[in-house]
């Protein structure tokens, strides 16, 4: 059983940053694609960031303001957000697939207001 727990979500102003953290139960590096999903009142979720064939993919939403990254030592999936607006206020979750499963955390709320 795979777990993913986020966390670093929290309440930002406009133009502010944010890192989110996944810890993950299993290695990393053995796992299929990883991302970061989130989820706006009232909207579908959608895909921000994600990390497969090779290379990092943005949400066109984001590129240039977040980053994603992966430590294979300690099992984390990180998302670093910079120059948030309300437009990227949402719940926040990490994603894993493996073995044709997908897997999800909790979720973590990010939200942006002044």
């Known amino acids: 059983q795979v777990q993913l727990v986020e966390s670093g979500g929290g309440s930002v102003q406009p133009g502010g940053s944010l890192r989110l953290s996944c810890a993950a139960s299993i290695s990393i590096l053995n796992s299929g694609p990883v991302g970061w999903y989130r989820q706006a009142p009232g909207k579908q979720r959608e895909l921000v960031a994600a990390i497969f064939g090779g290379g990092p993919k943005y949400h066109d939403s984001v590129n240039g303001r977040f980053t994603i990254s992966e430590d294979n030592a300690k099992n984390t999936l990180d998302l670093q957000m910079n120059n948030l607006g309300p437009e990227d206020t949402a719940v926040y979750y990490c994603?894993?697939?493996?073995?044709?499963?997908?897997?999800w955390g909790q979720g973590t709320q990010v939200t942006v207001s002044s």
């Open positions: 994603a894993m697939v493996l073995n044709g499963e997908h897997y």
